[in-house]
């Protein structure tokens, strides 16, 4: 996959900024069957350092609402002034269990490498995020997974990389498709093709959190972890 939107970002930027898996390559691959159109009210959820809230500006010129409890809303302010989408990209800084949203309020939900530590449960989308959207909204989620379910039979060379808390929020397809078949039409579930693209890039950075997963992803060496996409309209 040609990730060319991606390309045209400054790498500098982008390094100093990612904190996993690079999350515009997920973002582009995660969009490239669905419509957004210029004006619409997008929830990024968990957006992290806001990389995900400038593409979705800049691409789409889409009114980003830039969620994380993480990172600072004035650390965000600052990087969409810098990057020129301060106008349209919104920092706030809240809890995704306690979001300060109007009921049906958002033509569309995002989430890149965030939803798995929040929504891995059977009620959090139907109680958290779907009253906030609007009806036919869309959804577009990517997040860590496993190729297959290994939590019965954790592998040995594994068991150094991968906790308890790690192993809760990495699920296979299989796991997750059930908590959204029922919420969502024409959804579409599948393993994403740029797992070794964006962990190549967070791994190159000096993070000191991406120098730590570089032996994880040595040793999985392609076995068992993957990204999963998720996509569809809300019924």
Known sequence: MHFSKTAGYN????NANMMGPNSMLILEELLQNIELKKGMRVLDLGCGRGLTSIFLAKEYGVQVFSL???IPASENYARFKEMGVDELAVPIHADANEMPFADGYFDAVIS?????YIGNNDTFFAE???PLLKKNALV??????MKCEVHQNVPEDMKPYWDDEALSMWQSIDWWRPKFEHELDNMNI???????EAWSDWLATDNPYAVDDRAMIKTDN???MNLIGITGTLK
């Not at 790498?11 to 982008?14: A, G, I, N, P, V």
């Not at 599948?190 to 070794?196: H, I, R, V």
Request: proline share 3%.
């Open 11 to 14: 790498r500098d930027f982008l």
């Open 68 to 70: 994380d409890l993480w």
């Open 112 to 116: 890149v490498d965030a939803y798995h």
């Open 128 to 130: 958290k995020v779907k």
């Open 140 to 145: 577009a989620l990517a997040f860590p997974g």
């Open 190 to 196: 599948w393993q994403m093709e740029c797992f070794d």
């Open 222 to 224: 392609g076995r068992f």
